[in-house]
């Protein structure tokens, strides 16, 4: 009886332990498709080494950089350390879409105004993702900060940061980045 028992126990076992995965995995291509796609996006520029048209906006000061070789990984880093997934886990996110003719745009947004991701939201262009934008921000005793990430597939980007912080005055800093393709600029 008693073998029986622990048969049984282990068979319950070995079945959540299937079934736990089987959900995970099925979790995590629904969650993880935004960094999927920001990883295969900097493989794709790593590959094809376009040049890089940066400027940098901060507060008075602005500065212009030609970068003819790029660390992509580098410099699209900020919208892979976005991990929706988290977010959507611990916070509750109202979806809008809305769509006129070629143009349909998908948006989550957060119903905690003290979530870290605000908003995450993708425009297509007859079927094709032309823009993702993520809102996040981030309020503490220390710092507080708004952070807007734009990216435009092969395109360019756009990093906008607004911060507070306890031991230096406000900051306003905005990122542009043009990506020198041709071949990128053809839709």
């Known amino acids: 009886m008693k073998k029986n028992l622990i048969y049984f126990v282990g068979v ?7 079934t736990g995965a089987e959900q995970k995995s099925e979790k995590t291509k629904y969650t993880d498709l935004w960094q999927i796609y920001m990883s295969n996006q900097i493989d794709t520029l790593t590959k094809a080494n376009p040049s890089l048209i940066k400027t940098i906006n901060q507060g008075e000061e602005v500065e212009t950089l030609k970068m003819d070789s790029v660390n ?8 892979l350390n976005i991990d929706f997934s988290k ?3 611990k916070n509750k996110y109202s979806l809008s879409t809305d769509s006129a003719g070629k143009i349909s745009m998908i948006g989550f947004f957060a119903k905690d105004t003290n979530a870290y991701i605000q908003s ?5 262009i007859e079927g094709k993702i032309d823009l993702l934008q993520w809102k996040t921000k981030t309020r503490s005793f220390l710092i507080d900060r708004d952070q807007v990430l734009a990216y435009q597939p092969g395109k ?9 912080s306890l031991w230096a005055s406000p900051k306003n800093i905005e990122i542009f980045g043009d990506i020198q393709n041709k071949a990128f600029l053809e839709r």
């Open 12 to 18: 319950v076992l070995y079945l959540a332990s299937c």
């Open 72 to 79: 992509w990984g580098n410099e699209l880093s900020g919208f």
């Open 87 to 89: 977010e959507s886990v």
């Open 120 to 124: 995450f939201e993708v425009t297509r």
């Open 156 to 164: 360019g980007f756009r990093i906008q940061i607004n911060e507070n």
